[in-house]
């Protein structure tokens, strides 16, 4: 049986560390300036920012994508379970159970959803009736999907293909999903469903997330840790709770201040700079 501080160092073992990380894309655009970040076992980490503050590129950075779009991590390092793992191959990084979730729900759209789920077993070697018993668990946290399975991906809605999406990943058996703006484009119903469904992937399967996401006020509601990014550099951090209640996060992120609801363009970016770097 664990004691009491055994139990504690397991809940914040850290599987992902990124350190003092700068991408480069085209041998000349620096477009991340030494970003660091830790991912806990277990846990929703969230990547916040603006569009183009950089939580894509850090993303494609920790799963080996750069290079599709020439760039590359010229400086720091990123180790998964202590390793090494900024120069793998994307495929051998999803047998070490680390998988991206592409913004902008990516799907085959000429194949039915199942199909498309199926897609997500690809590297497995564990047996078909092993990729059944996951397909029905899929099935459970998406019910919609299991109503739609004979559908042509193509033909389903925003918010059946970034479940399909979610669902195609979750199928190759991940230990650590990273999850890029799964709220964008959808309703705010449905982004409260999806996000609810990440909720019980992370409590009932223990699945890892690092999610990127413009939409902070949802996001720091089921993160339990956040990371803001602007013009990549992380310019802060802390637990979800501290951040939703910083008054910083509250103006700019949020559209609150003391005066009421304030629009982010309506602030000056050298008052958001000094208060944030000074």
């Known amino acids: 049986m664990l004691d009491a501080a055994q139990t504690t160092e397991t809940q914040v073992e850290t599987l992902l560390e990124v350190s003092n990380i700068e991408v480069i894309y085209n041998h000349v655009i620096l477009v991340l300036k030494g970003v660091s970040l830790k991912v806990p ?20 950075s920790i799963s080996c994508l750069l290079h599709s779009e020439r760039g590359e991590v010229t400086k720091g390092t990123i180790r998964y379970r202590g390793e090494e793992v900024h120069h793998s191959d994307p495929a051998e990084l999803v047998k070490k159970g680390v998988i991206q979730v592409m913004e902008g729900r990516h799907c085959f759209e000429h194949l039915t959803v199942e199909e498309n789920l199926l897609t997500g077993a690809y590297t497995r070697t564990d047996g078909k009736a092993a990729v059944m018993r996951d397909l029905d668990l899929v099935y459970t946290y ?16 925003g918010g059946e293909q970034q479940m399909t999406a979610i669902g195609r990943a979750l199928m190759s058996r991940p230990e650590t999903i990273l999850l890029d703006e799964p709220s964008m484009g959808l309703a705010p119903q449905l982004v ?10 992370n409590e009932k ?15 720091l509601r089921f993160a339990h840790y956040g990371y803001i990014l602007e013009s990549g550099r992380v310019v802060m951090d802390g637990p979800a709770a501290d951040l939703r209640e910083n008054p910083d996060v509250k103006e700019f992120y949020l559209g609150m201040s003391e005066e009421g609801r304030k629009s982010f363009r309506d602030v000056r970016s050298y008052r958001r700079r000094k208060r944030w770097l000074s």
Not at 41 to 60: P, S, V
Not at 142 to 157: D, H, I, N, V
Not at 208 to 219: C, I, S, Y
Request: glycine content about 14%; proline content about 2%.
């Open 205 to 219: 399967e223990g699945v890892t997330f690092l999610l990127a996401e413009q939409n902070t006020n949802v996001a």
């Open 192 to 201: 409260e469903e999806i996000f609810g469904i990440v909720k019980n992937l």
């Open 142 to 157: 998406f019910p919609r999907l299991k109503e739609r399975r004979r559908s042509q991906a193509g033909y389903t809605s």
């Open 41 to 60: 076992k277990g846990g929703i980490t969230a990547l916040l920012g603006g569009n183009g503050a950089g939580k894509t590129t850090t993303l494609k």
